[in-house]
């Protein structure tokens, strides 16, 4: 049995996110291109000896990035749109981050969220352009990777299905055109490699792991039988992940040298294919054995009782041991972090670790030992004692979850019969005016938190100062003539970390970074322990905002599944049971806003879509649980007490049941770049509940005119009736300009005014 360690990607960032640094730097012209460059190398070449001194036999190129791997490929293919009139042989660094970020007076390509991840990849645009090879960058990374450090490595690709599948811009016709002109362009850049000598490709797949249909799976196996006719001497190795291989039974007879699989996220499934039918003796099998979306450390007893299952049940000759997808979706080390609790520090895992454990698994299997080290037996240790930690056994947690029966999810009255008592107690206008939470974090906001987390001013003083931006935006807002106000959100950098610092249970890093999109990095909050509410977080800002006027101050929370989802979550319970415990912590603060006379309070849910399942059929157990955590959070409200609740940007087609579901009194909800459409769900799937379609876009400086809200807010009336409708921004207004935010809702108001008047 010959067995390899490696992985799929490594994280780019660095330990310092030196990455992200040195791009932002170039954009901000304090680099020039050359230093770009350079700088660029040697981020790639410490990253490949960094992999190499952990142990990692065999090294990957091609999974660094300037920006996001999807535009590499776009622009290595001159996958180019019109509207940035490149000319060029090679796309120039100019033209590919105006692809990214946008430009002077061109629009960027659009983002969108990479399979289940946090992760957002620059969505590729056909146009019917002719294509060609414009660079072979992979070429570039081989070559460099053999020349400074003398190493073999495998090139890793994002493969043809899985490219077209995530572009847009064609249509069932158009398609076949595209996917012909890119499979010669992949054959050349597979045939470039192999004659520079690499033994394997690694072509990324994830989009098999998705549902197929049966044409779906004709063209896949079109497009590799086509790649094996034109670089027959190219070792593929096909990687799925994130899900277990879709039509394995086909698939797999695929000619290429090798397929990986996914034996974390799609192990059931995986398994269960290899017992019924086998896997194919002449290729190599990828084992993604180490989770590569979590921060836990392995049990290694489990991990290679499990590789050596898989090993026996598929019979092959050759095996790679690798994580169960890229490690660009966990942070570099946690030999950064200083400051975490021993325990739980003990039992993290990051890319770095993660690494040491796939050198672990494979030294032990090779040699039936663990290597003379004592690994096993600590990463046991580590994991039971995280188990035992006083943060999992919080008697007060177990209590309330054990209290909980149906009753807690839902409210005594249904919408219909609170929306009168709700009208008669709250005696709103009609078209009544809101915002979503938070408005611009000026630069003193943003330097007071500074001074006060570095303790150079005093809490008293932090608070007074907060305290005074607050009643400056409760009289601006009532100038404006809003009317729900809301008290800016001026304490919270982030709407998770925000609670997370106040809860039992979570955890924060120092370094613990990963990307979201281009160079923006989050640091994700670890929720380790049970959550347990232990004294009010928002009550005394809402509340001294309404004690300053006579409008209603809304109450500013964020929902329990997006607390969840973009956290790191323990691995102990299932997320059903942690979202059930963040939803009777934020039920407890929903109480102490009540008991201070709140009568509007929100709870914001923009993670509740982005957590659905990667396949449709597992949507239904997700969004059961989810709802029913909102639910728990919400329902134990007096009926007059308005429960609002927030989306961004939201495919209502196939979301309106879920939302109808939360059975929140109103959803405010960012529509105004795809307003049409969203009418268009309307009308076929009535809304009856309250409702804000968002009137204009705030990722954008520009202030909307009044007669533009105007033609706005006549379209919703079509589907959208008096009784029910809100007029609102898209989203929070936190990264705006005060004045351009006053200027947006000044119009926005008058527009509402209008309406009344109209009627
Ligand atoms: N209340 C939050 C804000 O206004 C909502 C942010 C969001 O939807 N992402 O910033
Ligand atoms: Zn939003």
Request: charge should be negative; glycine fraction near 6%.
């Amino acid at each position: 049995m010959n067995l390899v360690s490696t992985a799929i990607g490594y994280p780019y960032i660095g330990e310092n996110r030196e990455w992200k640094r040195c791009v932002e730097s170039f954009w901000k012209g304090a680099k020039s291109e050359a230093q770009l460059m350079a700088e660029m190398k040697s981020i790639r070449l410490n990253n490949l000896k960094r992999q190499q001194s952990l142990g990692l036999e065999y090294l990957t190129v091609g999974d660094f990035t300037f920006y996001d791997r999807m535009l590499d490929l776009a622009t290595m293919f001159g996958l180019v749109p019109n509207r940035y009139q490149w000319t060029g042989e090679e796309v120039d660094i100019t033209t590919y981050y105006a692809m990214a970020r946008g430009a002077k007076d061109v629009v960027a390509c659009e983002m969108t969220k990479w399979f289940n991840t946090n992760y957002h990849y620059i969505v590729p645009e056909y146009e019917g352009q002719s294509l060609q090879l414009t660079k072979n960058y992979l070429l570039d990374y081989f070559t460099e990777a053999e020349e400074e450090l003398g190493l073999n490595t495998k090139p890793t690709i994002i493969g043809p299905y899985t490219f077209v599948k995530l572009a847009k811009g064609y249509d069932a016709k158009t398609k076949a055109f595209f996917i012909l002109k890119l499979i010669p362009l992949y054959a050349q850049v597979f045939q470039q490699l192999v004659d520079a000598g690499a033994r394997w490709i690694q072509v990324e797949e994830p989009a098999l792991a998705l549902s197929l249909t049966a044409d779906d799976v004709k063209l896949v196996q079109v497009i590799y039988k086509q790649l094996a006719t034109e670089v027959p001497a190219a070792q593929i190795m096909l990687q799925t992940y994130f899900e277990g291989l879709s039509a394995y039974e086909e698939l797999s007879q695929l000619p290429v040298a090798g397929i990986g699989l996914d034996f974390i996220h799609g192990a059931e499934e995986n398994m269960a294919s290899l017992r019924k039918h086998g896997f194919p003796q002449d290729k190599v099998l990828g084992m993604g054995v180490v989770n590569g979306r979590d921060i836990w450390r392995a049990n290694l007893a489990e991990r290679a009782t499990q590789t050596k299952a898989v090993l026996s049940l598929s019979g092959v000759k050759e095996a790679w041991i690798q994580s169960s997808c890229s490690l660009q979706h966990v942070p570099v080390t946690t030999k950064s972090e200083t400051r975490l609790d021993a325990t739980l520090k003990d039992a993290l895992s990051f890319a770095d670790e993660k690494i040491v454990e796939l050198t672990h698994i494979t030294s032990y299997i090779r040699d039936e030992a663990w290597a003379g080290n004592k690994s096993v037996s600590q990463s046991m240790l580590a994991t039971q004692a995280l188990a035992q930690h006083k943060a999992r056994k919080n008697a007060r947690v177990n209590e309330l979850v054990s209290q909980v029966t149906p009753e807690h999810f839902a409210r005594p009255m249904t919408f219909k019969e609170r929306q009168p008592v709700q009208k008669e107690a709250l005696k709103l206008p009609d078209y009544p005016t809101t915002t979503i939470g938070s408005f611009p974090q000026s630069d003193p906001v943003k330097r007071t938190r500074t001074a006060w987390r570095k303790k150079e001013i005093t809490e008293a003083e932090y608070t007074a100062f907060l305290k005074s931006e607050t009643a400056r935006w409760i009289q601006i807002q009532e100038e404006i003539g809003l009317d729900v106000l809301v008290h800016g959100e001026f304490e919270r950098t982030d709407m998770v970390e925000y609670f997370g610092e106040k809860l039992e249970g979570f955890a924060f890093t120092e370094k613990a970074w990963v990307v979201s999109y281009g160079s923006r990095c989050v640091k994700p909050p670890i929720i380790y322990g049970d959550v347990e509410w232990i004294a009010p977080m928002t009550v005394r800002e809402v509340d001294e905002a309404q004690q300053l006027t006579s409008k209603y101050v809304k109450g500013m929370l964020t929902g329990p599944v997006t607390i969840l989802n973009w956290s790191f979550v323990r691995d102990d319970l299932s997320r059903e049971q942690v979202a059930n415990q963040l939803a009777l912590a934020l039920r407890e603060e929903i109480q102490a806003l009540e008991d201070a006379g709140i009568a509007i309070i929100q709870v914001d849910e923009p993670a509740l879509r982005e957590g659905l399942p990667l396949r449709k059929e597992n949507w239904a157990d997700y969004l059961a649980w989810g709802v029913n955590a909102f639910k728990l959070a919400t329902s134990n409200v007096k009926n007059e007490t308005q429960i609002h609740t927030h989306m961004c940007y939201c495919e209502f087609n196939d979301f309106i049941e879920p939302i109808r579901a939360l059975d929140a009194d109103v959803i405010s909800i960012e529509t105004s770049r795809s307003h049409g459409e969203l009418i268009q769900s309307l009308k076929q799937n009535p809304y009856e509940l309250g409702i804000g379609l968002g009137v204009y876009d705030i990722h954008s400086p520009r202030v909307p005119s009044e007669e533009e809200i105007d033609a706005i807010l006549n379209d919703s009336l079509e589907v959208i009736s008096k009784d029910q409708f809100w007029v609102n921004p898209d989203c929070g207004l936190k990264t705006r300009q005060e004045e351009e935010t006053i200027a947006s809702l000044k119009n926005m108001v008058a527009a509402a005014r209008n309406l009344r008047q109209q009627q």
